[in-house]
């Protein structure tokens, strides 16, 4: 896990010391191999080693995310931000479900309630379709809309 950890610093490093093609390769490889790590910490099982406390396990890819964020912006390295992304939406996700899982057992009928919300936020959708409003908006920003005149 140290020699992990070690390489990983040293691609990264060595990626931000210096602007040829390796560099940015190994820019790219850094970010992939903290992607590798974040997504095996945030699904994987695995023993924590002794002296280690419980939520250092929850932190760490959290931490990983953070840190390639902050390398990508310092480097302006979009790739290391678009994988730092991803790791923090596995997190994210992980911890929403696990977080939904244990509310179930104290809500009743929690699935029925998300289910709800869920179809009110299509109906709103629709509604908004329907009424002109949405492609009003999307129109505003920018967006290509469909033509109603068909």
């Not at 002109?132 to 129109?139: D, I, K, Q, T, Y």
């Amino acid at each position: 896990m140290i020699a992990f950890h070690l390489v990983l610093a040293a691609v990264l490093a060595v990626g931000a010391a210096f602007d040829g093609i390796l560099a940015r390769s190994l820019r790219v490889a850094g970010a992939l191999l903290v992607l590798v790590a974040g997504v095996a910490a945030t699904f994987g099982e695995f023993d924590i080693p002794d002296g280690v406390p419980p939520w250092a396990a929850v932190a760490y890819p959290l931490a990983l995310a953070v840190l390639l964020a902050v390398y990508g912006r310092a480097l302006a390295h979009r790739p290391s931000l678009a994988l730092a992304s991803v790791v923090l939406a596995c997190w994210l996700a992980t911890a929403g479900w696990q977080g939904y899982c244990s509310l179930r057992q104290i809500v009743t009928g929690l699935d029925q309630i998300a289910l709800s919300l869920g179809l009110f936020g299509v109906a709103i959708l629709v509604s908004l379709a329907k009424s002109g409003a949405l492609w009003r908006w999307l129109a505003a920003r920018g967006r290509q809309v469909p033509d109603s005149t068909g």
